[in-house]
């Protein structure tokens, strides 16, 4: 957001530079001089409130934080993990995460477990990865329950269970989470669990397309130019694949150029 203030307000002072050297014509040089000036020392005075307004905000979450406050560890993490405000210090983003989880934070409890489980700033750990998850799962959070799913799928640090993964990935579908609807229309499409079922896999395809999630909409082009699931359809076909060349697939691009020669 500060960054966006002090843009707009060079943007501004850039204008008026212009507007002023127009009219020094008839005004003399002294006002196009002042103004531009004037406007940078503006925005030289925003930037420093608004540094000392991070600092300030930075200070009372480092306070609120070292007293316990779950939010506050959470968002505080943020800034560790990302090196935002703050020198990039992960192991300190991970231990104040770790507090947060360990007071029912949710967001934390997926944050710990996924640290966990790409081992960032721990080490690699499936079996705590497991139980974070499951925690934040149990909460109904969907991005927890779709990770999971994704543990029992691949079978990290336990047994393979494809039933489950489809049952906690179908959980988070239904809360709208795109990327398990997709998982859950490949383990349909691809009989995974049982026969194939296109509709179920169309279905859901769609679902995640229409939130832009690319994969889907390649898929979904793919599933109108085969009529799997869903009555033939070149030209929505060809739609879908564009959108999902727009967001960089690029066998979406080769799809929708092949679909669209001679046109």
Request: hydrophobic content about 40%; some cysteine; glycine content about 8%.
């Amino acid at each position: 957001m500060s960054f966006l203030i002090t843009s707009r307000m060079r943007q501004f002072c850039i204008e008026i530079t212009v507007i002023m050297g127009l009219m020094s014509v008839f005004l003399g040089w002294l006002l196009p001089t002042l103004m531009p000036n004037l406007c940078m020392v503006t925005i030289a005075h925003a930037e420093n409130r608004i540094s000392a307004s991070s600092k300030a905000h930075l200070q009372q979450l480092e306070e609120k934080a070292q007293k316990g406050d779950a939010r506050a560890q959470v968002d505080l993490a943020g800034f560790y993990f990302l090196g935002e405000k703050v020198p990039q210090d992960k192991g300190k983003a991970f231990a104040l995460y770790e507090k947060a989880a360990q007071q029912g934070n949710v967001g934390a409890e997926v944050a710990v477990g996924s640290l966990y489980e790409e081992g960032v700033a721990v080490h690699q750990d499936y079996e705590q990865a497991r139980f974070w998850y499951e925690k934040a799962a149990q909460h109904g959070n969907a991005e927890a329950q779709h990770d999971l799913a994704n543990v029992y799928e691949e079978g990290l640090g336990v047994s393979k269970d494809i039933e489950k993964a489809r049952s906690l990935y179908e959980a988070a579908a239904k809360q709208g989470y795109a990327p398990s609807q997709y998982n859950l229309a490949v383990m349909y499409m691809n009989t995974v669990v049982d026969a194939p079922d296109y509709k179920k896999a169309f279905f859901w395809y769609e679902r995640a397309a229409r939130q832009g999630f690319p994969d889907a909409q390649y898929m979904l082009g793919v599933m109108y130019i085969s009529g799997h699931g869903v009555a033939p359809d070149k030209r929505v076909a060809s739609g879908w694949f564009h959108k999902a060349c727009d967001n960089g697939r690029q066998k979406a691009c080769a799809a929708y150029a092949v679909i669209n020669l001679g046109h």
